[in-house]
């Protein structure tokens, strides 16, 4: 008896110790931003003022580049206020993407995507733009 209950404490310690390594991934909640609205995140204010470009590749077309979209928006945090340019999908030699909205020590706010992505049919036609962001931990 006593052989079995010191094996079954090995075999608890060790599932234990090993299911540590596999740390969960924690869902990411997205937080809508309507075109011309402000969301506060964190005590971050986030402003989406308009898109200045959307040349996505619209679903349904064949494109010889993936194209990209430029977001302005306006960040104010701790009293300064700063106008922000996004960029989702590919970028040209010499540009630079930039998903980063607000860093802090321990939380970034980023943006994660510009919906709704063109289709053939809506492409130059979209005004209801709605910008999704989303708050990380900053290891």
């Given at each position: 008896?006593?052989?079995?209950?010191v094996l079954a404490c090995i075999f608890l310690f060790s599932a234990f110790v090993f299911?540590?390594?596999?740390?969960a991934v924690t869902p990411k909640i997205v937080v809508k931003v309507p075109q011309g609205e402000t969301v506060v995140l964190k005590g971050v204010s986030i402003k989406f003022i308009e898109v200045l470009e959307d040349s996505r590749c619209?679903?349904?077309v064949d494109c010889i580049w993936p194209g990209n979209a430029k977001?302005?928006?306006?960040?104010t945090a701790n009293g300064n206020t700063e106008e922000i340019l996004l960029t989702f999908g590919?970028?040209?030699?010499?540009?630079?993407?930039?998903t980063v909205l607000y860093n802090a020590k321990n939380f970034a706010i980023n943006g994660v995507k510009l919906t709704p992505y063109p289709t053939s049919e809506t492409a130059g036609k979209i005004n209801n733009y709605v910008l999704l962001i989303c708050?990380?931990?900053n290891n």
């Amino acid at each position: 008896f006593m052989k079995n209950s010191v094996l079954a404490c090995i075999f608890l310690f060790s599932a234990f110790v090993f299911g540590q390594g596999k740390s969960a991934v924690t869902p990411k909640i997205v937080v809508k931003v309507p075109q011309g609205e402000t969301v506060v995140l964190k005590g971050v204010s986030i402003k989406f003022i308009e898109v200045l470009e959307d040349s996505r590749c619209p679903t349904g077309v064949d494109c010889i580049w993936p194209g990209n979209a430029k977001v302005k928006t306006q960040v104010t945090a701790n009293g300064n206020t700063e106008e922000i340019l996004l960029t989702f999908g590919e970028v040209r030699q010499g540009q630079e993407k930039n998903t980063v909205l607000y860093n802090a020590k321990n939380f970034a706010i980023n943006g994660v995507k510009l919906t709704p992505y063109p289709t053939s049919e809506t492409a130059g036609k979209i005004n209801n733009y709605v910008l999704l962001i989303c708050e990380e931990k900053n290891n």
